[in-house]
């Protein structure tokens, strides 16, 4: 979604506000909610934080981390795997090293860890 204007985030007004952190609480994730307000996922972090309310704390559970193994083991990326079980793809990668996947770069060639041969 377009911003207003670049460089300046897109502002809620109380009303608007009132209504994220309802969606919030009803289960929505900060993602779905910064898609339908139009704000980056941090901004609707901060929003409720301010306001005082809890955050869920949402990992993977074992099973979805099977989910993922899978679909990244047939190409699909980070982002897309990610995105379809509702995390970041930086949790993605994450439960992928826990488990000692080995992961591509953005180019699909296998990644070369720190400190690894070149």
Do not use: C
Request: glycine share 12%; aromatic share 4%; hydrophobic share 30%.
């Amino acid at each position: 979604m377009k911003r207003d204007s670049p460089g300046r985030a897109r502002q809620l007004g109380p009303e608007q506000v009132e209504q994220l952190i309802a969606g919030y609480r009803s289960g929505a994730t900060v993602y779905e909610l910064g898609d339908r307000f139009g704000i980056e996922r941090r901004t609707v972090s901060t929003i409720l934080h301010r306001r005082g309310v809890p955050m869920r704390r949402r990992g993977l559970t074992p099973d979805q981390v099977d989910d993922a193994i899978h679909l990244y083991n047939l190409g699909w990326s980070l982002a897309r795997v990610g995105d379809h079980l509702g995390v970041n793809h930086t949790t993605v990668l994450n439960k992928l090293r826990e488990r000692g996947i080995p992961t591509r770069d953005t180019h699909g060639r296998p990644r070369v860890e720190a400190g690894g041969a070149r």
